[in-house]
């Protein structure tokens, strides 16, 4: 069996009087993806954010490669060679799509001294961010900055690809595309967890599930289980996929 890159074990968030995790569990396999999936305010965005440090835990361990990171800040966490692309991507809109790709490439200081055949790559998973190469990066529609968020985090390898939503507000042809990327980022051995709303998004992707309520991890097993049992899926996520 394939070891756990990250582990959650009781993990409490609080953010100011407000109790959001309430003893969150989670384990997510090297080299596979997890898909944390549930209803909107179970608590899914909370939990990326624990991970990456933006919010501390006020209980419990986060542990990543055997790390105890819970009490690190964000720039030592993203510094292990974790990559996360929040729900709102975060990019530099007043920067050109080369630039923001730069800055992500922390081993290169000029954009000749990035890894072209990896560039070239990205470019295949997502021809927009060479066709704006030179375009600010605020410029670019709904779609292309999620391609561009994504193709930031990936532009060097990391040993965790963090993603918030990735499906969220785009057009079918743009999913399909995600999909694609993100099928091809498996194929690598890329370690993913992606939270989604998007179940079809979440049925091809997914290795793993864990699904959670009410700030708790209520399920986690093997993702075809999950889409294998509609009983399931209503009890759930109060829809069927």
């Given at each position: ?52 440090g933006l ?166 097993g093997p ?19």
């Amino acid at each position: 069996m394939n070891r756990n890159i990250l582990e959650l074990a009781g993990v409490h968030t609080h953010i100011g009087a407000y109790h959001i995790l309430h003893g969150v569990n989670l384990q997510v396999p090297v080299g596979e993806l997890t898909m944390l999936l549930g209803r909107n305010g179970a608590g899914k965005t909370t939990a990326l954010r624990t991970i990456m440090g933006l919010w501390h835990a006020s209980r419990g361990q986060i542990r990543f490669d055997g790390q105890d990171i819970s009490a690190m800040e964000t720039p030592h966490i993203a510094r292990l060679d974790i990559a996360y692309v929040p729900e709102n991507m975060g990019i530099f809109a007043d920067l050109s799509v080369k630039e923001n790709m730069l800055l992500a490439a922390r081993s290169a200081s000029h954009a000749k001294h990035m890894d072209e055949d990896r560039l070239d790559w990205i470019f295949s998973l997502f021809p927009a961010v060479q066709k704006f190469w030179n375009h600010p990066a605020g410029k670019l529609s709904g779609g292309q900055k999620q391609m561009l968020a994504v193709a930031r985090a990936i532009v060097e390898p990391r040993k965790l690809l963090i993603v918030d939503e990735p499906s969220k507000g785009l057009a079918p042809a743009i999913i399909n595309n995600m999909i694609d990327a993100f099928g091809q980022l498996k194929q690598t051995g890329t370690t993913i967890l992606l939270v989604e709303q998007n179940i079809s998004f979440a049925k091809r992707l997914g290795d793993h599930v864990a699904v959670m309520d009410n700030g708790r991890v209520v399920h986690a097993g093997p993702m075809q289980e999950l889409t294998d049992d509609e009983a399931m899926q209503h009890d759930l996520l109060g829809l069927a996929i």
